[in-house]
């Protein structure tokens, strides 16, 4: 799975990458561990009439569609292998598809004194994450809340968990971020499957202080929580 990961862009920075119109993100600034319901940024594509514009938002990580019922489940995660077909995520799927920024993700393994946290990443200044977004009415103003696919791992968090984050190469993002809607899903998850698995032969990870394990007492703007440690032994 992936239930946290870091940001360390700069709005200016994701609108260059992206080629991207700003939305609402003035307020971003980069954050080293982002957990699930926080906000971040994700990018999208929308419908104008006959033009196409492509903006960089925040939103909710835990995906809320409209029909959600209120304390209904906010996945953060989809599976690959599912999301496509599940209720929860196959409307999105077919028409609401976004990019995750990221600088890399967490994963934990069980040790004899608890869980030790790895950080994975490439060399590579931003992973482009493939996920569906979906914007809510809440009083006056539109929530968008955001999920990250998955798949099997084939990274080098393979090692520490058996999942990670379907990840984007630059040549997809096009046609992920497209808001045509797709009818037969068929290409398009292979698609998410040949990119993920070029982006995993790049990947590596390490291990980080266990100040990250916990959410409420790491300081998610504190950028030596993604600094590798030595192991003792």
């Not at 992936?2 to 003035?26: H, P, W, Y």
């Not at 809320?64 to 599912?82: M, Q, Y």
Request: glycine share 6%; charged share 25%.
């Amino acid at each position: 799975m992936c239930g946290r990961f870091a940001m360390n862009k700069e709005t200016d920075d994701l609108i260059s990458e992206f080629v991207a119109a700003g939305g609402d993100v003035a307020d971003w600034r980069p954050v080293y561990s982002i957990a699930p319901t926080d906000p971040a940024p994700i990018v999208r594509e929308r419908s104008r009439g006959e033009e196409t514009m492509r903006q960089v938002d925040v939103a909710s990580w835990g995906l809320r569609p409209s029909w959600a019922k209120p304390g209904g489940p906010s996945p953060i995660n989809a599976r690959l292998e599912s999301v496509a077909t599940n209720g929860m995520f196959k409307g999105a799927f077919a028409s609401q598809r976004c990019i995750v920024p990221m600088l890399g993700y967490y994963e934990w393994a069980k040790v004899s004194d608890g869980k030790q946290p790895y950080f994975l990443r490439t060399d590579a200044d931003l992973l482009a994450a493939a996920g569906l977004y979906t914007a809510r009415k809440e009083g006056d103003r539109w929530a968008l809340t955001f999920t990250i696919i998955t798949r099997e791992a084939r990274d080098a968090s393979g090692e520490v968990h058996d999942r990670m984050p379907v990840f984007l190469t630059e040549d997809t993002w096009d046609s992920w971020l497209s808001p045509a809607k797709i009818t037969d899903p068929t290409e398009t998850l292979a698609t998410l499957d040949r990119s993920s698995v070029a982006v995993a032969a790049t990947m590596s990870g390490y291990p980080v202080d266990r100040k990250v394990n916990s959410v409420q007492k790491v300081d998610p703007l504190d950028p030596t929580v993604i600094e590798p440690i030595r192991l003792a032994g």
